[in-house]
């Protein structure tokens, strides 16, 4: 099993639309969780940290959910800015200095 | 403007070269990592470092060098035993290892293409 699973997608959506991502994760101990987004051969940048809480950032929302071992990222009012590819992170099985990434899941987002 | 810089943009090698990967980060973070992304695939780590002086090897180390003489710099030197080096190569920094300082911010990245 992989430390971090995502759907690849592609996810197309239409602009205005919400949609959701889900990333399940191997390792019950992990402490940290980000979504990073990466545009087609540029880096990936920090979208956000995940807390236990949940967080929100404007159209974006985290959720983490330890007992089922996933996170999840809701993206609402989709814009054509969005279309990227959204990376979930999570630090490593043998060391917390570690960070694991997903392969990511991409989003069309169409006029 | 503070941030971490790659060069080069984009690099060629012939087989049987080695080849030096820059990254220099004015962010004054402690760690700073290599990763490898290949097309459709996530990243994997090269090497990390978590202060001057000190490495560790990470996932796919093989084939690959680094030093940390400067906090600020982290070279990356592909040597002729990675028997696929064609990849996109990124580098990031942290501002510690352990979390919650543990987010990290990545450079532009070095395209390099073994011809």
């Known amino acids: 099993r992989k430390e971090v699973e995502q759907d690849p997608g592609p996810f197309n959506v239409p602009e205005g639309a919400t949609v959701a991502f889900n990333c399940t994760y191997s390792?019950?101990?992990?402490?940290?969780f980000f979504w990073y987004r990466q545009d087609c051969r540029k880096e990936p940048k920090l979208l956000m940290s995940?807390?236990?809480s949940g967080n929100e950032d404007g159209r974006f929302t985290a959720q983490l959910n330890r007992a089922s071992q996933y996170i999840s990222l809701l993206i609402r009012d989709s814009k054509l800015s969005d279309s990227a590819t959204y990376l979930c992170?999570?630090?490593?099985?043998?060391?917390?200095?570690?960070?694991?990434f997903g392969s990511g899941t991409r989003l069309l987002v169409r006029p | 403007d503070g941030g971490i810089t790659q060069s080069p943009k984009y690099l060629f090698r012939k087989e049987g070269q080695n080849v030096t990967l820059s990254c220099e980060q004015n962010?004054?973070?402690?760690?700073m990592y290599w990763y490898r992304q290949d097309p459709g695939q996530g990243l994997r780590l090269i090497y990390y470092?978590?202060?001057?002086?000190?490495?560790q090897k990470g996932d796919i180390a093989e084939g690959y060098s680094v030093s940390r003489e400067k906090k600020e710099s982290f070279p990356l030197t592909v040597t002729s035993a990675q028997k696929n080096p064609t990849a996109f190569y990124l580098c990031?920094?942290?501002?510690?290892?352990?979390?919650?300082?543990?987010?990290?911010?990545f450079g532009p990245g070095t395209r390099l293409t073994v011809l």
């Open positions: 995940v807390y236990s």
């Open positions: 990031a920094s942290s501002i510690a290892g352990a979390p919650p300082y543990n987010e990290q911010f």
């Open positions: 390792n019950s101990a992990s402490q940290s």
């Open positions: 962010l004054n973070h402690d760690a």
């Open positions: 470092s978590q202060i001057v002086n000190d490495f």
């Open positions: 992170v999570v630090n490593g099985m043998d060391s917390s200095y570690k960070l694991i």
